[in-house]
């Protein structure tokens, strides 16, 4: 089992905000950032489960936007999350949304507790 | 001279020919049983001399279901319910304990417990625990590179 955590969560949100790991390579707002550190779980056999807290942060120099793409995002994880596609290879569950403003750009992090199992 | 020192995982355990599916650990213990003895000739200071050894397992796995219709590779939970619930002969069952570039061993033995274990916490796996006594031999049957 190959860890794949990131790459569902880039296929899922690149169509909403360009998105990005750790650091964007963009100077225009929108975009999103995520990170994780990703734990894996193994039996004698290999790898049957990894886990890992992961972090989307929106930026935009728009609240109602931030808001906007942020609200995008949840939604289009929780529909993937229950596809036929996916068949229970993910979980995501969402932890905490935190919202704050610096210097006119506004950011929406959303945590999530996500797990594959396949 | 080389050395080597197995990874966990490069041990194993089977139970008539098949590994645990999802396992997670095994344990062997083998323990001495003494006979305590003492003559005048000892001089007040005990005698141990060891009259044979009680040689057990314990496998610890998750809770795994095979819901394939062929023939499955590895036991599965039911596999192993149905083995511990086996009585007379047919409980028991011919184990091998291999180590990679050790010796093999093995032997015949019966299940004494099994267990499982599952909570309401999310996300977290039930597992199942099984615990074998060699009864009779337990002796290499292949010699180790070494």
């Known amino acids: 089992m190959t860890e794949s955590i990131g790459i569902m969560l880039t296929n899922v949100c690149k169509g909403i905000v360009p998105f990005f790991l750790s650091e964007a390579q963009t100077e225009s707002y929108p975009y999103a950032v995520y990170e994780y550190t990703p734990q894996e779980f193994r039996t004698k056999d290999g790898i049957y489960k990894i886990t890992a807290d992961v972090y989307i942060r929106v930026y935009s120099e728009d609240a109602d936007d931030a808001e906007a793409k942020a609200a995008a995002i949840k939604e289009a994880l929780d529909a993937y999350c229950g596809t036929a596609y996916n068949n229970g290879q993910y979980i995501l569950r969402l932890q ?3 919202e704050s403003c610096t210097e006119g750009v506004w950011q929406i992090e959303l945590q999530y507790f996500v797990k594959q199992t396949a | 001279m080389a050395t080597s020192r197995p990874e966990g995982y490069n041990i194993s355990l089977t139970i008539g020919g098949k590994t645990l599916l999802g396992r997670t650990q095994e344990d062997l213990s083998i323990a001495a049983v003494t006979k305590t003895s003492i003559t005048k000739d000892d001089q007040g200071v005990q005698q141990e001399q060891v009259v044979r050894h009680d040689v057990t397992f314990k496998v610890a796995a998750l809770l795994s279901i095979d819901d394939s219709t062929s023939t499955h590779t590895k036991l ?41 274990s599952s909570s309401g916490d999310v996300d977290s796996d039930a597992t199942i625990s099984l615990d074998l006594k060699i009864t009779g031999d337990f002796a290499a049957v292949t010699n180790g590179n070494g």
């Open chain 1, 96 to 98: 905490a949304t935190t």
């Open chain 2, 76 to 116: 599965d939970r039911d596999d192993v319910i149905a083995l511990a619930l086996a009585t007379g002969s047919s409980a028991v069952v011919a184990v091998q304990y291999l180590c990679t570039g050790g010796a093999t061993y093995g032997g015949n033995a019966i299940i004494t417990g099994y267990s499982e």
